[in-house]
């Protein structure tokens, strides 16, 4: 309870509130006066007195109004009211409790029970406000930690769904790759095989004249002139596409980094085209959505000291988003307006200074709200659909920059002009992070 706390009376009475104020005054009370319920409406409005001592009956509107008005304003109804009265019908003073006064004093008064009932009921708000305060901080605690629960939870599954995801990629990876090497280094010894025949049969043609019946028979229905031409034409087309897939398969590996879970020396030029092959299939022009063009302006980086499979989450879950909000914007537009505009994600590494490297991600969507900006690292905030997404991307790659690689991520929008997401981490890590 306040040392002194303010106590407005309210009567209309001049001896009563001498009579009054001098009780309290000598009790260590401040003390305001009123002499009628407007006035005392007005000034606990201002003065937000601790306890009102409210005359019943005033001239204009009586303590009954006063006390109900007092009530239904948000800034005194949790001022407690006792009525000072003469009255002593039981169903005045019931009126005044459903009006919402804690207590009566009747006149004439006994200094003694004023002090008292106004004592006791100072020290219940006191000790009400104590407890909503203790009530409020405690709720706020827990809601804190239930917030880090929920977070740590989130990045525990996300965790465990990027592990799973690594080992199943590795393990696909490795399973291609044994058979598509093998097919891939035989065509180098079909391509010799085939010239070699192709050269037979071109040498059997010169002297076909003199071959058997038979043979030139069988050699017409084989149409030897389509095989000479298809043949080198075919297998030109096989080593380009078992080439495309040993290219997947290293990137596949790339993007896991099982064997990278420390933090080593890598190409960041790598990673970020090991997550654009990943995501390839959303960027290639469909049905529901036209093509979304890459444009990549690397600059000269060194390897880089980081933790290469994190980092290439951070990666794909910018990216992601990126697509996300190109594929809503063109859904927005027209067939015209998308092919005069087409959907492009630009990324930009510079090295800054010989000691930090830059990625900027960027693309020409439609951005971020500005009411929205401040909260897209916050856990648990999207604003996708329910089902659409966790509210953790953005929230677990800033972790991943700042915690993890001592860096930064920051983030650029002008809505209506798209956004850019801008990583930076040092070239090399001062210490081992522990998160």
């Keep these: 309870m306040k040392d002194n706390p303010l106590i407005l009376v309210v009567d209309d009475t001049r001896a009563n509130l001498e009579v009054v104020a001098e009780v ?12 009628d319920g407007e006035r005392a409406i007005k000034q606990a409005t201002i003065s937000q007195p601790d306890l009102i001592l409210l005359d019943v009956m005033m001239p204009g509107i ?9 009530k239904a304003a948000p800034v005194t109804c949790d001022i407690p009211v006792i009525f000072m009265t003469a009255l002593s019908d039981t169903t005045d003073k019931v009126r005044g409790f459903n009006l919402g006064a804690v207590d009566y004093v009747t006149k004439p008064f006994q200094e003694a029970e004023l002090l008292a009932r106004v004592t006791t009921q100072l ?15 405690r709720t706020a605690e827990l809601q804190c930690a239930l917030q880090q629960v929920q977070q740590s ?24 790759n044994n058979p598509v090497n093998f097919i891939h280094g035989n065509l180098a010894h079909v391509q010799g095989y085939t010239d070699d025949v192709l050269a037979f049969v071109q040498l059997y043609q010169q002297h076909s004249a003199n071959a058997a019946p038979e043979l030139q028979k069988a050699a017409a229905n084989l149409d030897l002139a389509f095989i000479q031409e298809d043949l080198p034409k075919t297998l030109a087309s096989m080593k380009i596409g078992t080439q495309r897939i040993c290219d997947i398969v290293r990137s596949l590996r790339n993007f896991s980094r099982l064997d990278e879970a420390e933090c080593k020396s890598v190409d960041i030029h790598e990673g970020i085209n090991s997550t654009l092959l990943i995501l390839q299939h959303r960027l290639k022009n469909t049905a529901e959505h036209p093509e979304i063009q890459v444009i990549r302006e690397y600059g000269q980086l060194p390897p880089v000291e980081c933790y290469a499979g ?10 992601a988003n990126a697509i996300d909000a190109l594929e809503e914007l063109s859904a927005q537009r027209t067939y015209q307006e998308n092919q005069s505009q087409p959907s492009q994600i630009t ?3 510079t090295a800054i200074d010989h000691q930090w490297v830059q990625v900027a991600i ?16 916050n856990p648990f905030f999207t604003t996708k659909p329910a089902g659409k997404g966790t509210g953790m991307g953005m929230s677990i790659s800033h972790q991943i920059i700042t915690e993890k690689h001592q ?6 929008s002008t809505p209506g002009k798209g956004a850019e997401f801008i990583i930076q981490i040092p070239m090399q890590q001062q210490f081992q992070a522990t998160s």
């Design 362 to 377: 960027s693309d020409n969507g439609s951005g971020i709200p500005k009411e929205v900006q401040p909260r897209i690292f």
């Design 347 to 349: 990324i930009r590494t």
């Design 310 to 319: 994190s980092l290439n989450q951070v990666f794909m879950n910018i990216l």
């Design 407 to 412: 860096g930064k991520l920051i983030c650029f």
């Design 62 to 70: 009586d303590g009954f109004e006063t006390c109900r008005r007092l």
């Design 24 to 35: 309290l005054g000598d009790a260590g009370f401040e003390v305001a006066i009123a002499t």
């Design 153 to 176: 939870q989130v990045q525990l599954v996300q965790s465990e769904k990027m592990a799973l995801l690594g080992q199943l990629v590795a393990g696909v990876a490795h399973e291609i």
């Design 123 to 137: 020290k219940l708000r006191h000790l009400n406000q104590t407890l909503e305060q203790q009530v409020e901080q």
